[in-house]
């Protein structure tokens, strides 16, 4: 691996924390935003979906664009627009300018992530290839983290604004470090500039697999949207909120490079029942058995250790469900079905915790929302064996 290939995989990892930062920064901010503005938990969960909103029918143009465009093109506009949605969000006086200022952060970050499964596959092969998809991927969570720390002090001191303001430092860096550093990889097959679909077999297994990575990143990210919350009404201390959610975030870092390989010593499908079925028992157990600060922290290790190590091996399998020519539009099809539920799943989930008369409501939906991975995933890999039988990473 070249010098200049760790140095895109940089950019690219930079980008997805920021992408963590901002998706998570409503959700952390909630306890001020909630009162300030009187909103319902279902406005709260419609507000943090916004970043999402228009990723259902952006994702798939977009990769038709990479493919026509260039990858430097698009993600750097991504990377661009990710800025200017923070910088954006700052500024509003309310809910709808955030929403604005999120709906165009998410643009940005759907180019970005769209690309980026083509671009490792070009600059990356074999063991280095589940290594950089596991850097990139745990970058989500490392960057929900950083919200979670990060935050809260500087709402306190300087203001929510300010706080913020803060979302468009790491999507900046990445912008320009992707556009100073980015170049096409001296072996990478040729790609047609052409407009035009994978095949149908193609399509379906990017569908399947985009369920499969919808239910996880869903489920997990509206359980960390409504954990502050109702650890909060529990009563526990801002001191041991920050700390489960450290775990339940950051505990994935580890968490999903360590599952990466695994995957090719145990297989993905025991990878990923491990994770899948721990993370659902966690957000189960973090909010039908509580009590002292041992128990939350349990549960927060289950969800974001032994319940992380999985996202690496879904996303493989989603990147490899193409062909490499049809990577970077089929990668638009496969996100276009996580965007489809990454915006209505913080919604659904808040109005799951309205109508169980708080936040625990939510962290129930979103157990549920996760357990259902493990029917898609063996779907998939069904289909996979019968189609595909020579792709060993589709297959397991």
Same mark, same amino acid.
């Given at each position: 691996?070249?010098?200049?290939?760790?140095?895109?995989?940089?950019?690219?990892?930079?980008?997805?924390?920021?992408?963590?930062?901002?998706?998570?920064?409503?959700?952390?901010?909630?306890?001020?935003?909630?009162?300030?503005?009187?909103?319902?938990?279902?406005?709260?969960?419609?507000?943090?979906?916004?970043?999402?909103?228009?990723?259902?029918?952006?994702?798939?143009?977009?990769?038709?664009?990479?493919?026509?465009?260039?990858?430097?093109?698009?993600?750097?506009?991504?990377?661009?627009?990710?800025?200017?949605?923070?910088?954006?969000?700052?500024?509003?006086?309310? !809910? *709808?300018?955030?929403? %604005?200022?999120?709906?165009? #952060?998410? +643009?940005? @970050? =759907?180019? /970005?992530? &769209?690309?980026?499964?083509?671009?490792?596959?070009?600059?990356?092969?074999?063991?280095?290839?589940?290594?950089?998809?596991?850097?990139?991927?745990?970058?989500?969570?490392?960057?929900?983290?950083?919200?979670?720390?990060?935050?809260?002090?500087?709402?306190?001191?300087?203001?929510?604004?300010?706080?913020?303001?803060?979302?468009?430092?790491?999507?900046?860096?990445?912008?320009?470090?992707?556009?100073?550093?980015?170049?096409?990889?001296?072996?990478?097959?040729?790609?047609?500039?052409?407009?035009?679909?994978?095949?149908?077999?193609?399509?379906?297994?990017?569908?399947?697999?985009?369920?499969?990575?919808?239910?996880?990143?869903?489920?997990?990210?509206?359980?960390?949207?409504?954990? !502050? *919350?109702?650890?909060? %009404?529990?009563?526990?201390? #801002?001191? +041991?909120? @920050? =700390?489960? /959610?450290? &775990?339940?975030?950051?505990?994935?870092?580890?968490?999903?490079?360590?599952?990466?390989?695994?995957?090719?010593?145990?297989?993905?499908?025991?990878?990923?029942?491990?994770?899948?079925?721990?993370?659902?028992?966690?957000?189960?157990?973090?909010?039908?058995?509580?009590?002292?600060?041992?128990?939350?922290?349990?549960?927060?290790?289950?969800?974001?250790?032994?319940?992380?190590?999985?996202?690496?091996?879904?996303?493989?399998?989603?990147?490899?469900?193409?062909?490499?020519?049809?990577?970077?539009?089929?990668?638009?099809?496969?996100?276009?079905?996580?965007?489809?539920?990454?915006?209505?799943?913080?919604?659904?989930?808040?109005?799951?915790?309205?109508?169980?008369?708080?936040?625990?409501?939510?962290?129930?939906?979103?157990?549920?929302?996760? #357990?259902?991975?493990?029917?898609?995933?063996?779907?998939?890999?069904?289909?996979?064996?019968?189609?595909?039988?020579?792709?060993?990473?589709?297959?397991?």
């Amino acid at each position: 691996m070249t010098l200049r290939a760790w140095f895109i995989l940089t950019a690219l990892t930079i980008g997805r924390i920021a992408f963590g930062y901002q998706f998570q920064s409503i959700a952390t901010l909630a306890t001020d935003l909630v009162p300030r503005f009187g909103m319902t938990y279902a406005q709260l969960g419609s507000l943090i979906g916004a970043y999402m909103l228009l990723g259902v029918f952006t994702a798939l143009p977009l990769g038709l664009l990479g493919r026509r465009f260039g990858d430097r093109i698009v993600v750097s506009i991504g990377l661009f627009l990710m800025t200017a949605g923070g910088v954006w969000s700052a500024l509003a006086d309310g !809910p *709808s300018g955030m929403a %604005l200022g999120r709906t165009a #952060a998410g +643009v940005g @970050a =759907v180019a /970005m992530i &769209v690309m980026q499964g083509k671009v490792i596959s070009e600059w990356f092969t074999g063991r280095y290839f589940m290594l950089a998809i596991g850097a990139t991927v745990c970058a989500f969570s490392v960057g929900m983290g950083m919200a979670q720390l990060l935050l809260p002090p500087l709402d306190h001191a300087f203001g929510m604004h300010a706080a913020l303001l803060s979302t468009a430092v790491p999507a900046g860096l990445a912008f320009l470090l992707f556009a100073l550093g980015y170049t096409t990889p001296p072996h990478a097959a040729p790609t047609p500039r052409r407009f035009s679909m994978p095949g149908l077999r193609e399509c379906v297994l990017l569908a399947v697999a985009g369920v499969t990575w919808m239910t996880f990143t869903s489920g997990y990210s509206a359980f960390a949207s409504y954990l !502050p *919350s109702a650890l909060t %009404l529990r009563g526990d201390s #801002a001191a +041991v909120v @920050a =700390v489960v /959610m450290t &775990v339940v975030t950051w505990g994935n870092l580890p968490a999903t490079m360590t599952g990466s390989g695994m995957a090719h010593r145990f297989g993905d499908m025991t990878v990923f029942l491990v994770g899948t079925l721990a993370m659902a028992a966690g957000m189960v157990g973090m909010t039908l058995i509580s009590g002292p600060v041992l128990w939350p922290v349990v549960w927060a290790l289950m969800v974001g250790v032994m319940g992380g190590v999985q996202p690496g091996v879904i996303m493989a399998v989603g990147t490899l469900s193409a062909r490499p020519e049809n990577r970077a539009v089929g990668m638009g099809l496969f996100y276009t079905i996580y965007y489809l539920g990454g915006t209505a799943a913080p919604a659904l989930c808040g109005v799951a915790a309205d109508a169980y008369g708080g936040p625990d409501g939510g962290l129930l939906a979103s157990a549920a929302l996760g #357990a259902f991975g493990v029917p898609m995933f063996l779907l998939h890999r069904l289909l996979a064996r019968r189609w595909h039988p020579a792709r060993a990473l589709v297959t397991g």
